[in-house]
């Protein structure tokens, strides 16, 4: 199981702690979709709907329901859960994600005044005076800690990533490369007919289970903090503005937007491209469609879209109304003929 | 006050040069605005639109403009421009940001053609041959400063930032972390089915007091230039193109992106998220929306807002017609059925 | 020739083996558009919709086709293709961008189990174990290089580049600063109120005479692979997610966020700030418009416009519609009165 390059179907549901019906002794390489499955390939079936597709498929084996009727000629392996099954399978057929090995290489510059005791400090790291990092946290090559910023237990920080001054993070924080973490919120007092810097002071503080993207900037605080609590996942290439507070077990996909002082309670899901105006607060739960923009508060457990953003339900009939601009143009211009004919007929002196 | 942890009242406006009217022997610790100030805490009241917010306020002290009534009850500080006093304050009570110390780190590796007299290098920075950095410029962690770029006096470089080569960089500019200066263009000729590369031989020029955010990337010209003009300020995760010649004192948002060879004049405002086409000129003073996509020149003094950007009050009708149309659908059909009876009525024999 | 600075037009002419009409004696020294060139500035007459701007030039000398008729009195060198005859004086021009020594800077971490011969890395960089960097390939400092990653001949990194592990990279590969290949997809199993990761086992590949901006992203894959095929052209600030298939010869200009298992066939065309929704196939040869955003499959070889994308031709009627908005609200409150005189002129027992 070295290799992790294939495994038998056996081997793989007694790992899984499942049943197999059908061919256990075929060998499995990749993991695939239904419909791209080769011979090789094990795959999954999420849910009911994809019944007409696992027919179909020349998958290996199939991780399917404990609880689905499935049609005979496929094997397959009964879990209660394939997906999370299917999670299992990739941690354990994918390579392993490489380690930084333990201890302080001997190009990373340590700084007497920081205590990295049981962490992993990579090549040219730069962990500056006062700085912590925890056991078992993966500091890879390039990343800059800076002073008195705080990492826990269990972290990983990829190549390139910038974590400034006096942040905060927690245990098992994932941070891809080359994002920045702590650089000045953007804010100026116009005076004279210039832009005067406003210091900014504050900082980050990152809870535990977070993950960062590639590429993704969150500033810190004007004053006092901006705060991603726990368990919140952001993507690539995504700005959070300085004294933002992200509730817990928020979704902000790729290249979002969130300007500064915004409030997001908990399991809020912005999809890709949304912008936030700054000093707006949006309720639990809520789901924010793909590119739309936020110009005011939103209402907790409700979806939204378009720029403005407005009730998912009211955009849908606003969008049945812009398509239909072109023939309601022209309804309107046949409508003002006819009634131009009614009024001719009824100022017609022959006809009253 | 090296702590900088805590101050009392008298202190504070002694710093200011300003007069307590009140408890000036309280203590405090933290600045918060009016609504969450904590009994530790020194506030401010920027305009009177936020009276009734200080009436309720809980702070240790207000800084409060000399020339208004404010009710009693509250210690203030009274000063001319209490969001002026407040950056005084702030860097007075903020923890200074971290200075990188004068001299070369053993780490840097800076080729003996550079010029650094009087900057400060810290570690695993690159600065290339016949680059000049001046002095009191701070070059952070991993920086990378190109073949012949000049950087000027009293700058700060945050990690992780890269200047390619010829780049020209003014005095105080600050460039945050993991931003690129001077990245090849855009421009490819299309000969044959395939893409050729244009030759970007050109270069970025940014002048004194400009700010750039982190993770933000401004091109080289292909030829020329591609110029930042003193005291603008920009945001994370902003795209300047190749050859554009951004005026003085403009602001642009998060997320912006601007084509190649745009001119923007002076004291431009572009709100998050914007996008320019290229080519396109926008006038001094001009302000464009969050969102907004400029696809035309802009007129000097105007707001503008949509996709594309117009001219912010009719944007505000479109609106209100985009919000009517499900309405104006119902009542064209309605108009039509009401037309329809007069028709069939005028064509009835019995009633002419 | 070695400075670069000057040359006659008649060297100028001999290097593109092209004939001068007029005074080949002058001296250039720049590159500029028509309307913008000095005496001392060579420039292109692209196409013959600039006759105008050519007889207005200050040009010492303008690169013209061969089968095109000028007016007198100017400078020009007769040659086949304006634009790629620029690309080449360009080059000859534009002082060439700086190249890494060839071999290994000493302050670079290059791990014994990696393979480098030919290639030139720079100060700081990081190649990790089983990775191999072909010859010629350009190592610009800083860069990090993953585990049995593979990166082919002749490529070049910028400074703060990271490809991660297992990614394989092929020749004439050019990725600008900062930007990063291979981090985790983003995926989540929502179970129990909180996301769990799903592991990103999969990987990056980059075909030949791939061109990457800087401050991008292209994600692993989940399994399997994320592929940027042969030719293709991708701008600053772009995110590419997991899985995608990218076709040959694309263009993704700056700011495009392409969702996950996103399939691209080749040729074609994003303009900046498009979105693209995940799973979606495009067809070659499609034009999407800047700042669209794609949310179903597109056809081969059509324009599409809007958001969400449709068809560029119904995207303009649906603009006229908008912009008529304001005026069909007055024409419809007007019609609506006319109906309603005509209404009660009807029900008039007067005039029955």
């Not at 990829?158 to 953007?186: C, K, Q, S, Y």
């Not at 991603?228 to 992200?246: A, E, F, P, S, W």
């Not at 469609?289 to 879209?305: E, F, I, K, M």
């Amino acid at each position: 199981m070295t290799t992790k390059d294939a495994i038998t179907i056996a081997d793989l549901a007694r790992h899984l702690g499942a049943e197999v019906e059908g061919d256990a002794a075929r060998v499995v390489r990749a993991i695939q979709p239904l419909d791209q499955a080769g011979p090789d390939a094990l795959s999954w079936l999420g849910s009911p709907e994809y019944l007409p597709r696992f027919e179909q498929t020349n998958a290996a084996a199939v991780l399917v329901p404990r609880d689905i009727d499935v049609p005979e000629g496929h094997t397959v392996i009964r879990v209660s859960d394939p997906d999370l099954a299917l999670c299992e399978v990739l941690t354990l057929l994918g390579p392993a994600p490489p380690r930084v090995p333990l201890g302080v290489h001997s190009s990373a510059v340590v700084d007497p005044g920081a205590k990295v005791e049981g962490a992993a400090i990579g090549p040219n790291v730069t962990v500056c005076t006062g700085a912590t990092i925890g056991p078992g946290t993966q500091v890879h090559a390039g990343v800059y800690v800076g002073a008195e910023t705080r990492i826990g237990r269990d972290c990983v920080l990829w190549p390139g990533v910038v974590v400034r001054e006096r942040a905060t993070i927690g245990d098992r924080v994932i941070i891809h490369p080359n994002t920045t973490i702590g650089a000045d919120g953007f804010g100026y007092l116009f005076r004279d007919g210039r832009h005067r810097k406003i210091p900014q002071v504050g900082r980050v503080i990152i809870e535990d289970d977070v993950e960062i993207g590639a590429n993704s900037a969150v500033d810190r605080a004007r004053s006092g903090e901006t705060r991603i609590r726990r368990g919140t996942k952001i993507d690539n290439l995504v700005q959070i503005g300085h004294n933002c507070d992200i509730g817990e077990d928020c979704i902000i996909v790729g290249q979002c937007g969130i300007a500064g002082s915004v409030t997001l309670e908990h399991h809020v899901v912005l999809s890709g491209q949304v912008g936030v105006i700054d000093h707006l607060r949006i309720g639990a739960g809520v789901q924010v469609a793909a590119r739309s923009l936020v110009t005011g508060n939103l209402r907790a457990g409700h979806v939204y879209r378009g720029t403005p953003a407005i009730d998912n339900n009211q955009y849908g009939r606003q969008q049945v109304g812009i398509r239909r601009l072109p023939k309601m143009i022209e309804q309107l211009r046949e409508l003002r003929k006819r009634v131009e004919q009614l009024e001719s007929a009824a100022n017609d002196p022959e006809r009253s």
